[in-house]
């Protein structure tokens, strides 16, 4: 089986969840990791839905497109609203957060307000939506997202949420004294982020990939880490688990 390039990313970001966790994830990605950790390596991971779910269970072929839409709720112990989700938040209750981007800078910063300036902007996006409670407060983030130069960019035209600013201390120093951004997954490569300078670097290639194509597909200078490994391909497992999920028949 081969898998796609969305189908790469979501599996290689649902290896990344541990047991024993608590994600919140958005729907789409995020939500289709998250279950898929949860029939794999994670059985006990609790997924959290910005719309007041806790324990998603999602039907396969019936994954929701709102995390308000009560199929979302399916197999949840719980059911609460907003309010107490972005509370937990606060309270430190969530391991992992994952986000999407439609830009991210070096540092982590991202964008998904508009592109150009903020007057007047030549692209209007939906805006931040929980994303920044998201990046603020939860203790580990995931960045996921198509690695192309429009997308990975020197600095964000708009702050929507912010990941280490503008580096080094910046973060803390602004308040944001929790949490973390840890990885950044694409269909190219694995990303952390350098331990001091918080700079984005390159950690892990993607099958087939080479670190000059990320380099092409990266709009900033890229450091890459010590040790560059390969990430292993999608199983047929995986795929076949995923592609469940998602509805998709041979």
Known sequence: ?????????????????????????GVGMPLLASALAGR?????????????????????????????????????????????????????????????????????????????RHELPKVRLPGSGGANDIISLCTEIFIVTTHEPRRFVERVDFVTSPGYLHGWGSRAESGLVFGQVSKVVTDLALLDFEPESKHMRLRALQPGVTVDQVRAATGFELPVA?????????RPDELAILRDLNGVTD
Not at 8 to 25: E, G, H, N, Q
Not at 57 to 74: D, F, H, K, V, W
Not at 90 to 96: A, L
């Open 40 to 116: 794999r390596q994670a059985p006990n991971l609790t997924v959290v839905l910005e719309g007041g779910i806790i324990g998603a269970q999602p039907l396969p072929g019936r994954l929701p497109i709102s995390t308000n839409e009560m199929r979302a709720a399916y197999g949840a112990p719980m059911l609460t609203d907003i309010t107490d989700i972005f509370l937990f938040a606060q309270r430190g209750f969530f391991d992992y957060g994952f986000l999407g981007a439609a830009q991210v800078d070096r540092y982590g910063n991202i964008n998904t307000s508009c592109i150009g």
């Open 226 to 234: 010590d040790s560059i490994e390969e990430l292993p391909a999608p």
């Open 1 to 25: 089986m081969t898998a796609t390039q969305d189908e790469i990313m979501t599996i290689t970001a649902s290896r990344l969840l541990a047991d024993d966790k608590v994600v919140f994830a």
